[in-house]
């Protein structure tokens, strides 16, 4: 197959491809977590890559995660690649320790000399009726930490692109892969590589509103530009792909444009990415608004269990268009 | 590391002179940290070593150039003893640009990665997940280095060390874990705080071997950590040394002492490591008080020359406050 | 007093175990101090004699203060306890560890270019830190310096700037878009105020909800909007009452006086030429601009046509003693004020220059003294930085002539029969003909033609 063909794929499969080409190219790079060997990864990232890569490279760990993520760190400190995969961001919070005080300070506290070249992947997000304390969405609270940087990957040419970027970048990167992504469809072409990480992505141009997200919501917030076009409002939808450094520009040059900012984000709207990002708008682009910008975020409330109240809970294309709605006025 | 022997001295007892001599810069220098601080020179917490130099000095004997070490907040003594050049410590100590980590971490966050030496941690057992990180990517690539990771009976505390014990063990990580038990985790004493204080007992449960060694005897110290990291080069798995030694000063700088007796201090000062080897030295007539209150005032007199170089150095500007968040560089 | 924690500010005495004359060993403990959390035994850093306590049982003092005076072993001179020594020295520096670097960098190199583009971007070089070899500041730091400062307000065109007037909107991110504050854009579609009509006072020029109100249609006076703030009605209104002023002295000028205009073309190839060479010699705040030697100039020649220099009053003409020179201040929102240079005639250039400047500030933030607008003998209006070639101006009364100033442009002159480009500006004079005749306002503007050809002697 050449290089410019393309094939069909999912989400899952193109962030396998991504480890296994990271593994082959590099041989500093190995993978460490829970159940990504024997099991083949909670979701099925890795499956495969054990028989391909051997114990070493594609580590299981116990369930330590202070100790598996401070070991990362540990080995990216002397010179590896490592990419921890913490099962789910619910569970990171054990290991909020080592990421705060280790990976995000070293480099600063000891003026300059300690790199973590670490890559952490976690699965993030809500929407399969697993309840409270395996429905976070905590991107938001990464993104307030100084030296780390933040991605959410949310096509197949992201999941695919992003990891080798990350692993070369000096700093350590934090990969969050929202877990209704994982069974998306869609194609790549055969040549499908690395990606930049620094910028966001117009995903829909548009004239009238900017609808602003990330990871998970991104799908739901082009079907609402979708019903949006039916009554005349042409939304432009961003991707932000990086949640820290955020893309200024994209956002300002779109609201320039459009005059109205939605932005939406599945975290829990109080001191919120959305609310950062409402706080940049304002900063930097007030003279070019013509309505206050809109958040529509994850309802303030632990994730209850039953199917409906959960739905309620979270963004959905309604909400989206009403916010659309009210800022066109 | 080897130093040049004392003239005409038999070889013992030059590698004898050099412990006692690093044992007593050790000693020093947090004497000298002493007056600073309670001159308001110093700031912030400051976490003296004195009483435990032989815990230090007799385990870096062991390691080379090649290994690492991952220390606490306690760490003056295992920086010294390391080899991190005394004037970037004080200068650290005064948060100036010439320090170790260029005055940006202070007492608490000594870096020196050219020696190996990966600091200072202020969080209890937060080291411990560091050190089996870095034997890992030893053991992966091969090398034939252990990392030297120190920590205290308070750290047996923390979840984070049940953890790392469990990790190193299972994946047979080159790691030579120092436990330095001072008998308080700043003033929670350890049979307060733990069910069983066989701390060695407790190690070794998890499937290392691991014994206890009297902390205040260099020589022992030496001797116990050679065999150690002997082991583990060759293949032995993780080691565990319950290094039983006493602190004669509070947890930090001045507390009120409310957790213990002046009189067991008094006891533990008895066997003050430096006074320890210096008698034995004494006796077997390769020290005179002549030499050792030379030896002292050469000490004396470097610190302080440490001190003035790092009351002149410069301060990091303001402007370079937000330098090295994230790298200027890929690497 | 030592530090005795990180928290530390001051500590109690609580007991001594020393008295004057004992003798103590470094290390020694010498004293018990109470701090808030608890009683903490402090040693003595020195050797030697006590010689003095210097604080009592039961007094607290502040970290740092001298406790006691030991005597060195000598016994030559007393030292105070080393724990009080260094803290004295630098108390409160050291509460809060800061840099040692000045606020202000120390004088370091800066290069031509660096400095023509920091005054582009208006920024003072002072206020920044240098990244380049020996702290110099480098583009880099000039390009982040002006992003911080963004959006600053736009540099104000003073009357006499040698700049182009900026317009008041600066165009936003989107082309064409103009800055309107969403209170005032509301404001307007409630009055029915057009926008495009209205000039902004705000940020970057940006329309605000007094810009508006000023703007209503004639007339209409609207009920006040439930969040106008008290302060820009009654700027409003002061606008509203200086505009009635002005509109009443302009027609009883014209209603009284009988203008007559005579007009001029003055080369100012010298001119400019002098103030360049002057200019390079002097630093960027000293530098004089063309309006300064045009009003010397215009000032001088008041002095060599006393004539034109004085006030109509009871059916006479009565010559001042000095010139007076008015200048012509617009204000933002509209209005005008003639604030006098007082003895403009006798000014240097630079101090002229610098009188100038002071009144069209004060002039423009309502801090003038009465005397200074009513002591004008003559008036200058300087348009040109308006962008208009020549201007007919209305006479102030009871003064007897308004001087104009236009653009200096390049025109093609004929020199020589050979024709070239040369600087020029229009001079006009407006004169009150119950005062001079034509021949006198034309030897004005001839005189003042001339002295503009000696820069060097304004």
């Known amino acids: 197959m050449t290089g410019t063909e393309t094939m069909k794929t999912t989400y899952r499969e193109a962030m396998r491809a991504a480890i296994r080409d990271a593994l082959q190219r590099d041989d500093r790079v190995f993978l460490m977590g829970e159940d990504v060997g024997r099991y083949g990864g909670c979701f099925a990232v890795s499956l495969g890559l054990l028989d391909e890569f051997g114990p070493e490279r594609i580590r299981d760990t116990p369930l330590s995660e202070s100790a598996f993520v401070g070991a990362g760190i540990g080995a990216a400190l002397a010179g590896m690649r490592p990419i921890v995969e913490i099962m789910t961001v619910n569970f990171s919070l054990l290991a909020l320790d080592q990421i705060m005080n280790n990976a995000a300070t070293l480099l600063h506290m000891s003026g300059g000399q300690c790199n973590v070249p670490l890559v952490i992947r976690m699965t993030t997000g809500a929407g399969r009726q697993v309840a409270a304390q395996h429905s976070h969405s905590l991107e938001g609270w990464y993104t307030h930490i100084p030296g780390i940087k933040v991605l959410a990957p949310a096509t197949l040419t992201d999941a695919r692109g992003m990891l080798w970027t990350a692993l070369q970048d000096p700093d350590p990167v934090l990969i969050f892969e929202h877990g209704s992504l994982y069974n998306m469809h869609g194609s790549l072409t055969a040549d499908a590589g690395a990606v930049d990480i620094r910028s966001a992505a117009v995903r829909r141009a548009g004239a009238d509103v900017s609808l602003i997200t990330y990871g998970g919501t991104l799908s739901t917030t082009i079907a609402a530009a979708e019903t949006l076009a039916g009554d005349n409002i042409d939304a432009e939808v961003i991707d932000l792909r990086s949640l820290r450094p955020l893309d200024d520009k994209t956002i300002t040059d779109s609201v320039a444009k459009t005059h109205r900012a939605v932005i939406v984000d599945e975290g829990w709207r109080t001191g919120s990415l959305a609310a950062e990002i409402s706080a940049r708008i304002m900063e930097q682009a007030f003279w070019d608004l013509d309505a206050p910008t809109e958040r529509v975020c994850g309802a303030e409330v632990p994730m209850p269990y039953p199917r409906h109240l959960e739905q309620a809970a979270l963004p959905g294309a309604d909400a989206i268009v009403a916010a659309v709605r009210r800022a066109v006025g | 590391m080897s130093r040049a022997a004392a003239k005409g001295a038999p070889p013992e007892a030059a590698h004898r002179r050099d412990l006692l001599r690093q044992m007593l810069l050790i000693r020093r220098f947090e004497d000298k940290c002493v007056e600073l601080y309670s001159a308001g020179e110093i700031r912030g917490f400051v976490h003296l070593y004195i009483g435990e130099e032989a815990v230090a000095v007799g385990v870096n004997e062991a390691v080379t150039a090649e290994d690492s070490i991952v220390s606490t907040y306690r760490e003056h003594g295992h920086a010294l003893a390391r080899g991190l050049p005394l004037d970037s410590v004080m200068a650290e100590m005064y948060g100036k640009t010439s320090g170790c980590s260029r005055g940006r971490g202070g007492s608490m966050h000594l870096f020196d990665v050219s020696r190996r030496f990966y600091g200072g941690n202020a969080i209890v057992g937060g080291g411990l997940p560091l050190s089996i990180g870095i034997a890992l990517a030893d053991k992966l690539r091969g090398e034939q280095r252990v990392t030297a990771c120190f920590f205290g009976d308070g750290a047996v505390a923390e979840g984070e060390f049940h953890e790392c014990m469990n990790l190193a063990a299972l994946w047979d990580l080159p790691v030579l874990f120092c436990c330095e038990n001072n008998l308080y985790a700043m003033g929670t004493a350890l049979e307060r705080a733990q069910a069983q204080t066989d701390l060695a007992l407790r190690a070794g449960s998890y499937g290392m071997p691991a014994w206890a060694v009297d902390g205040m005897d260099v020589l022992a110290v030496q001797h116990a950590a050679r065999g150690a990291v002997e082991a583990i080069r060759a293949g032995g798995g993780p080691h565990f040394l319950e290094l039983r030694t006493y602190r004669f000063r509070a947890h930090s700088m001045y507390d009120p002492e409310r957790y213990r007796d002046k009189s067991e201090v008094e006891e533990w000062k008895k066997r003050d490591p430096v006074d320890l080897l210096a008698c034995r030295m004494r006796e077997s007539d390769e020290l005179t008080d002549a030499d050792f209150q030379a030896m002292g005032d050469a000490l004396t007199g470097e610190i302080d020359k440490a001190v003035a170089a790092a009351k002149a150095a410069p301060a990091e500007p303001v402007e370079d406050l937000t330098r090295f968040v994230y790298s200027p560089e890929p690497i | ?458």
Request: aromatic share 4%.
């Open chain 3, 1 to 458: 007093m030592p530090v005795l924690g990180a928290d530390m500010d001051e500590g109690t005495v609580l007991e001594w175990l020393v008295k004057p004359g004992d003798e103590v060993r470094k290390g020694d403990v010498i004293a018990v101090i109470d701090t808030e959390k608890s009683a903490i035994e402090v040693e003595s850093f020195a050797a030697g004699t006590i010689k003095q306590l210097a604080v009592s049982v039961g007094e607290t003092v502040p970290v740092g203060t001298v406790l006691a005076i030991i005597a060195e072993p000598a016994g030559e001179r007393a030292e105070p306890a080393p724990a009080a020594t260094a803290a004295e020295r630098m108390p409160r520096e050291l509460a809060r560890p800061e840099p040692s670097t000045p606020a202000v960098p120390a004088p370091r190199p800066v290069s031509p270019v660096i400095r023509h583009r920091a005054r582009e971007l208006g920024i003072d070089l002072a206020t920044i830190g240098g990244t380049g070899p020996a702290g110099s500041v480098t583009g880099e730091d000039l390009e982040h310096a002006a992003a911080r400062l963004r959006p600053a307000a736009a540099p104000l065109p003073t009357a006499a700037s040698p700049r182009p007037a900026r317009s008041p909107q600066k165009p936003g991110p989107g082309a064409g878009r103009r800055r309107v504050t969403p209170l005032a854009r509301r404001l307007a579609a409630e009055l029915g105020v057009d926008l495009a009509a209205v000039a902004g006072t705000g940020p970057a020029g940006a329309i605000r909800e007094a810009d508006v109100r000023l703007a209503e249609p004639a007339g209409k006076r609207a009920a006040p909007a439930a969040a106008a703030a008290p302060a820009a009605r009654s700027a409003a209104e002061r606008n509203q009452s200086m505009r009635q002023a002005i509109a009443r002295l302009m027609a009883r000028s014209k209603r009284e006086i009988p203008h007559y205009y005579v007009s001029n073309t003055a080369d100012m190839t010298r001119v400019m030429s002098w103030l360049y060479d002057r200019n390079r010699e002097l630093e960027v705040s000293q530098r004089l601009v063309p309006a300064a030697l045009l009003l010397k100039a215009a000032a001088l020649a008041a002095r060599q046509v006393p004539q034109l220099n004085g006030y109509w009053e009871d059916d006479a003409f009565r010559p001042a003693e000095a010139v007076h020179l008015g200048v012509a201040v617009s204000l933002r929102g509209g209005g005008l004020l003639t604030p006098a240079i007082h003895d403009a005639a006798g000014l240097q250039l630079g101090e002229l220059m610098s009188r100038m400047r002071d009144l069209v500030t004060r002039a423009r933030s309502g801090r003038l003294r009465s005397s200074e607008l009513t002591d004008g003998t003559i008036t200058v209006t300087n348009l040109g930085d308006r962008g208009v070639e020549s201007v007919y101006g209305v006479i102030y009364p009871p003064q007897v002539a308004l001087v104009g100033f236009g653009r200096i442009i390049e025109r093609p002159v004929v020199v020589g029969g050979l024709v070239g480009a040369r600087p020029v500006v229009a001079t006009t004079l407006a004169a009150d003909h119950r005062a001079t005749d034509g021949y006198t306002g034309s030897r004005y503007l001839s005189v003042l033609g001339d002295l503009l050809q000696r820069p060097e002697e304004l």
